[in-house]
């Protein structure tokens, strides 16, 4: 139940698709600093929001590496020929390459030559219309975000990082204004459908109407939990145990097939929640990352938790929205139907003292009020 869009998001969370950008941002043996390790983050983010192609970010760091002529000085692992071919964008010129400037960081070289041959021409630009210098100042300042309102104000240590470059978050600012001023795609960013295309797992979930697996997984759970309350919240002792069921229906797959999840796990955490005022909202946060741990048992729990902690506002919005929009659908109905009936929940059914819905049992329920 969990192939298609969940296995395309896992494609995408491979650790190597991000290891790749790593490792091409942070490789041992360069002789100057690729990216501050405190920005590191910080600029895999960017990237990737961004649709930056690795290949195309590869090709132009060779480029600025090599001085243009793609051959590296020193043993290149990270640069196989027959992988990473110097791929230049048009912005990456020769001019560009022995002319970049000493204090931008050779990451935003590399993947936004059109930013910062912009950003040159703004700043000639600024130069031949302000009225003085510290106008010009301003100008240039508020491209990054920043807004100087008197020369006093600026403090360059709170910009920049341990090695002396403007913060990543500045550049973020700066690429922004660009997009904006511009209306371009960036020269680097991936060709979409194409075999460099990491990104497709984000373009399904657009289709799908979700934000990213966090609130594809809110809203299927939170469907289930809708459904079994419609139409078969008699069988069910208590809230808890109907919010259990819901979990344990969407977690079925690494129940079952993988055992990766014990039934009762989920039931604990529905049965934390009973105090709550909004207790399905908390057991959802609570069980996103029983899920995302199962979905991708490569990570770190405490990544995935805290991964889940940063998307708890697009959680609780998926949660909120579904349980105002959804009508019917055929699939989730027939998991619920399935989870009902099948003598493969029975053991779990009992464990939640969901009543049976037997024809036998329905007779005594008429004849003795049972």
Request: negative net charge.
């Amino acid at each position: 139940m969990h192939n298609g869009p969940r296995q395309v998001w896992k494609d995408f969370l491979d650790p190597s698709r991000f290891k790749q950008l790593k490792d091409l941002l942070d490789p041992s043996g360069f002789k100057e600093p690729m990216v501050s390790q405190d920005d590191l983050e910080d600029v895999v983010s960017l990237m990737i929001d961004n649709k930056i192609d690795p290949s195309k970010f590869a090709g132009n760091l060779r480029a600025l590496l090599s001085g243009g002529t793609g051959i590296l000085s020193f043993e290149d692992a990270f640069f196989p020929e027959k992988t990473w071919r110097p791929s230049p964008t048009q912005s990456m010129t020769r001019e560009f390459i022995f002319g970049r400037p000493t204090g931008t960081p050779l990451w935003m070289l590399a993947a936004f030559p059109d930013v910062v041959n912009w950003l040159n021409d703004k700043m000639i630009d600024f130069h031949r219309t302000s009225n003085d210098e510290c106008d010009e100042d301003a100008k240039f300042l508020l491209l990054f975000g920043i807004e100087l309102k008197s020369a006093g104000d600026l403090d360059e240590s709170a910009f920049e990082n341990k090695e002396g470059q403007m913060q990543a978050k500045y550049f973020r600012n700066l690429i922004d204004n660009f997009a904006k001023d511009t209306g371009k795609t960036f020269e680097t960013s991936v060709e979409d459908g194409s075999p460099n295309d990491i990104y497709l797992g984000f373009e399904l979930f657009k289709s799908l109407g979700e934000e990213n697996l966090f609130t594809l997984i809110a809203s299927t759970t939170t469907k289930y939990y809708l459904e079994l309350k419609r139409n078969f919240a008699k069988y069910f002792p208590d809230e808890t145990s109907l919010i259990a069921a819901a979990g344990i229906i969407d977690a079925n797959h690494y129940i079952f097939k993988t055992q990766q999840i014990k039934p009762e796990e989920i039931i604990d955490l529905a049965r934390e929640t009973r105090e709550n005022k909004n207790r399905f909202i908390d057991f959802m946060m609570c069980f996103e990352p029983l899920i995302m741990s199962a979905e991708g048992p490569e990570f770190p729990v405490e990544m995935v938790k805290e991964s889940c902690e940063s998307e708890s506002e697009a959680i609780e919005r998926a949660i909120l929205k579904t349980l105002t929009s959804y009508t019917n659908e055929q699939r989730i109905a027939d998991w619920c139907i399935f989870f009902m009936k099948s003598p493969q929940f029975s053991s779990i059914r009992k464990t939640l003292h969901v009543r049976d819905r037997s024809l036998l049992r329905r007779i005594k329920e008429i004849l003795f009020g049972q």
